[in-house]
């Protein structure tokens, strides 16, 4: 595996890709990987010739007050686990390199971008769309690839990739569970035995709504009140929100079919978590 930090040798090692008729494939992360980020690299494996990914802890979308200094950070085991799972290139830039002075341009997200994460996380969906704009423009993906779990994010990112009319193939992949069904996130390594019993609570709520759908109920008030009385079980769990909503605009549906979203947000202690399941899709 490749590593390289300047964005001359990341552009140059495009160009012979290009020449030599390679398809790139492309996982943006911001480290600390888990088994979720490392799905992602096989999916872009199976779809492309050669397999770049970055690892950049992104500053523009961490609001005040949030984690960002404290948010894991461990390059060597990063490097370790993407060698092992096949990348071919590790792009690790720096703040400096991709934020220089003077920068002061920004993506700006429709009003997709103010709901849900968006109304908790103000900001944060303008500095996550600025630093997918600028890595896609920096390796020039055929192919990128994200995960569901980060359902509003691909959301956004699928709209500029329309909008802005980026030339590259943008897949989903599914979410990696833990056995009991905890979603994978490098945020768990925040939660203690505790925490991550009562994190329990998403996965089990998603899962009734899905069992309830499955039974014919499509009434999103309905399904809301099977994920309240599911949450309910463990109270250390504090919901953000409970969205249920349409996969384009992610606005809150009046029947709830085949495709609707179930999205979850909420709090153990300090540590926010969010999780979704895409209705009828399993
Ligand atoms: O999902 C993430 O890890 C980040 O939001 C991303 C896409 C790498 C942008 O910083």
């Known amino acids: 595996m490749a590593e390289v930090e300047a964005i001359g040798q990341l552009r140059s090692w495009r160009r012979q890709q290009r020449e030599e008729g390679r398809r790139v494939g492309f996982v943006p992360t911001m480290g600390a990987l888990h088994e979720g980020h490392l799905a992602l690299v096989d999916r872009a494996r199976d779809l492309s010739d050669r397999v770049v990914m970055s690892v950049f802890v992104n ?17 060597d085991r990063d490097r370790a686990l993407a060698e092992d799972r096949g990348v071919d290139l590790l792009f690790v830039p720096t703040v400096e390199a991709l934020y220089p002075e003077g920068a002061d341009t920004r993506v700006v997200p429709g009003t997709t971008a103010d709901r849900w994460e968006g109304a908790v996380r103000a900001g944060h969906f303008a500095g996550v769309l600025t630093v997918v704009a600028k890595l896609f423009n920096l390796v020039q993906p055929d192919v990128a690839v994200f995960g569901q779990k980060d359902i509003q994010q691909v959301t956004l990112v699928r709209r500029m990739v329309d909008d802005l009319d980026f030339p590259l193939r943008l897949v989903v992949a599914p ?15 925040y939660l203690d035995p505790p925490s991550r019993a009562q994190a329990l609570g998403l996965s089990r709520a998603l899962a009734a709504a899905e069992q309830a759908f499955a039974d014919g109920e499509t009434n999103p008030a309905a399904l809301e009140g099977r994920i309240r009385a599911i949450l309910a079980g463990f109270p250390g ?28 947000a909420a709090r153990v202690g300090a540590t926010r978590l969010i999780d979704n399941t895409i209705l009828g899709a399993h």
Not at 59 to 75: C, I, K, S
Not at 178 to 188: E, K, W
Not at 238 to 259: F, Q, T
Request: net charge negative.
């Open 59 to 75: 500053p523009l979308q961490f609001g005040p007050g949030e984690d960002f200094t404290r948010y894991p950070r461990n390059l």
């Open 175 to 189: 979410t990696v569970r833990d056995p009991d069904g905890l979603a994978l996130s490098s945020r768990n390594v």
């Open 237 to 264: 769990l504090k919901p953000d929100y409970i969205a249920i909503i349409d996969p384009e605009r992610l606005e809150a549906v009046a029947a709830v079919v085949p495709g609707t979203i179930v999205a979850l």
